[in-house]
């Protein structure tokens, strides 16, 4: 059936409102053509897409590469999340494979210890040697051993000598200790030989009477072995002098060496100084195994100290007075003296005080 549509017009040149309506046929009219479909335009890429760069060939097979990939191209879902995860474990795995060969290159050695040469001498061989209560061996000894402070003993007929020391590491430090020789070691006695008894059938002697063949009763010396000595005491002596020690009339060290072994019982001891004319006598009882002890105090000497033109007197650290000084009252042995001026600077000597007569000093500071 056809169809009109309502067409109105208007007469430009007339200023009153009168339309004209007219009804027109629909097949009269123009068809209009329909709209033509927008294109589909693809989304943008994401940004950190855009902002990563093309990997080149090598770049393309690494883990590294890969997993940049990933994250430029995988949406933001839970199948890409997943893979980015992957890829970043196996990434954080080969780094940790290849950062152990270099840690390894890095890791520091533990520093060796240092160590020193120990040689030790006496005039007759075979002395015990022992260092920080291990055993050695014997004189004539070379040994290696730990840098650092020791202490070193020499054991030989009953008498000790300790001797500290010091090790540096790469140094030869050459000990030569004088001590007694060793004494000999006497032979076991030799033991007893029974003979077997008599066979059976063998005649039995008279009440009384030895049969034949049988050995007599044997000497008590061999049934009898003789008792050991008793054990060694020690000795220390504590003196501000170095002291000879005699025992009994024997020489058996000084006071400088440490312990001295001395057998049991009670021994009459000579300590002397013949440089400082010093000698005293000492009683002293030892015990088997034990230490005993004898402290010495020294008499005073006199020491008299001048300078030119005039100082300041110091002797062992401790102000004395001022040039000159006589008749000043010490103990025997020596002492150090410093003298100090205050236009002519200090000079240092070491004086040393007998009981013979006044020590004396003289110096020029000028």
């Not at 004539?140 to 070193?152: D, E, I, K, N, Y």
């Not at 504590?238 to 009339?249: A, K, R, Y």
């Not at 002492?335 to 000079?347: A, K, N, S």
């Amino acid at each position: 059936m056809p169809t009109a549509n309502l067409v109105a017009t208007a007469d430009p040149g007339s200023r009153s409102s009168n339309f004209t309506a007219n009804l027109v046929p629909t097949a009269d009219l123009v068809p209009t053509p329909a709209p033509e479909p927008a294109p589909i335009v693809s989304p943008e890429p994401t940004r950190a897409a855009a902002a990563a760069p093309a990997a080149i060939d090598g770049d393309r097979a690494t883990p590294l590469a890969e997993a940049r990939d990933l994250f430029a191209t995988e949406p933001a879902s839970s199948g890409g999340r997943w893979k980015v995860a992957v890829a970043l474990g196996v990434v954080l795995v080969l780094l940790a494979v290849a950062a152990g060969p270099i840690a390894r290159q890095f890791r520091t050695a533990p520093a060796a210890v240092p160590t020193g040469t120990l040689v030790v001498t006496t005039p007759h061989p075979g002395t015990t040697v022992v260092l920080d209560g291990r055993g050695l061996g014997t004189t004539p000894l070379s040994a290696t051993v730990t840098a650092g402070p020791h202490t070193l003993e020499l054991l030989s007929a009953g008498i000790v000598k300790t001797v500290p020391l010091t090790i540096t590491g790469g140094a030869r430090v050459e000990q030569y200790i004088e001590m007694p020789a060793a004494a000999p070691t006497a032979a076991p006695p030799a033991s007893p030989t029974v003979a077997a008894a008599p066979p059976a059938d063998r005649a039995t002697a008279a009440p009384g009477t030895t049969a034949p063949g049988t050995p007599g009763p044997l000497p008590a010396s061999a049934s009898v072995p003789a008792p050991p000595p008793p054990a060694a005491g020690w000795l220390a002596v504590q003196s501000p002098i170095e002291l000879v020690v005699e025992s009994d009339g024997r020489s058996i060290g000084s006071s400088g060496t440490g312990r001295l072994a001395l057998p049991p019982g009670t021994h009459e001891l000579t300590l002397r100084n013949d440089s400082l004319g010093y000698r005293t006598t000492r009683t002293v009882t030892v015990t088997s195994g034990r230490s005993a002890s004898v402290v010495v105090e020294v008499p005073n000497g006199l020491a008299a100290v001048n300078a030119l033109p005039w100082a300041e007197v110091w002797i062992d650290g401790a102000r004395v007075g001022e040039t000159p000084i006589g008749n000043f009252s010490l103990p025997i042995g020596t002492h150090e003296v410093v003298l100090r001026h205050p236009d002519h600077g200090e000079q240092r000597h070491t004086v040393t005080v007998t009981t013979a007569a006044v020590a004396r000093l003289s110096a020029d500071l000028r």
